[in-house]
């Protein structure tokens, strides 16, 4: 079975939170019998991640996140006024092309 994981932020077992660390888990042991995909914002500091992620999933897709940058807060302000909290936190249209890109 193709199993598609969408995650806020990349999950690896090295991971801060336990939110990623199980997540992590759950794909690992999802992976020996399934074909794991996984979109997840992954900021810079932890683009090492995605090569970790790649071992256990057949695809990888990290979406930069610049939670910093100016231009991208502004543009998530816009969206949590429009949106609920989480998703308007989050909102990118790379993120969307990305998804888009491997449905079809």
């Known amino acids: ?28 042991s999802l992976s020996q019998k399934h074909q794991i995909s996984l979109i997840a914002f992954a900021p810079g500091d932890e683009q090492f991640a995605i090569e970790e992620m790649k071992a ?14 100016l231009s991208a807060r502004l543009w998530r302000l ?13 909102v990118s249209l790379s993120y969307r092309s990305a998804l888009k890109q491997l449905l079809a």
Do not use: N, T
């Open 1 to 28: 079975m193709k199993i598609l994981f969408i995650c806020r932020f990349l999950p690896y077992a090295g991971a801060r939170d336990s939110g990623r660390q199980d997540q992590y888990h759950y794909i690992e």
């Open 56 to 69: 256990v999933c057949e695809q990888v897709i990290g979406i930069p996140y610049r939670e910093q940058a």
């Open 78 to 90: 816009g969206w949590r006024i429009l949106r609920p909290k989480v998703f308007g936190r989050v």
